[in-house]
């Protein structure tokens, strides 16, 4: 990602980065998503997307949805990329909380220069994820696969480990801070409710408690399968 890539506004920044955490899973981006999102109206959201359209930044097929282009990606990247690294900054080295770092890196985003974030890049050490386990795109553009299920997916039986969790909500991450539900961590899953119900959870090792999390919650985890042998979570 080239340090002279054409200056956004931070509407059009706002608007690349929504287009592509809603896209980020292979499905375009409706209308109404953009909009509930970015707590807009709909038609502000069309005039928008005509405006991304004539740039070349996003494709618009009518009651389709939206998807980026290839300049649209690149840009998207690099604001993800500044977002993600201020996240980890202020949570490495200023001590902030990870129910904290959301809502400052969003106003930081777009203050802050492509040298910065660089600089804090590399004061960190290039880190690979943020504190909420969503993959840091490097300068260049190249960012870690987030093709991973949900919480809500897994089968009763699977042993899992928590990836990332969505970090837009101060309240549901100091929830899951106090109940242990943290990149990283393992599970074991115990049992799933049907029609959307909860899921129960052992979290940790063998010895680790029993948890229910409601299917909302669960939704915004992602997860990968492990090994239960080399997990330390009993079969």
Known sequence: MSSDFPSLSRSVEDYLKVIYALSEQGEAASTSGIAAT???????????IKRLAESGYVQHVPYRGVRLTESGTRAALRIVRRHRILETYLSERLG?????VHEEAERLEHAA??????????ALENPRHDPHGAPIPTRSGDVESTDHPSLAEVEPGDSVEIRAVQDDDSDRLRYMEARGLLPGVLLRIEACAPFNGPVTVRVGGEDGESQTVGHELASRIRVAPVDPTDSGIAP
Do not use: N
Request: hydrophobic share 40%.
């Open 38 to 48: 970015l707590d807009v109206q709909p038609a502000s959201v069309s005039g928008m």
């Open 96 to 100: 902030y909380s990870w129910d904290d």
């Open 113 to 122: 220069s492509d040298r910065l974030i660089d600089r804090m890049a590399s």
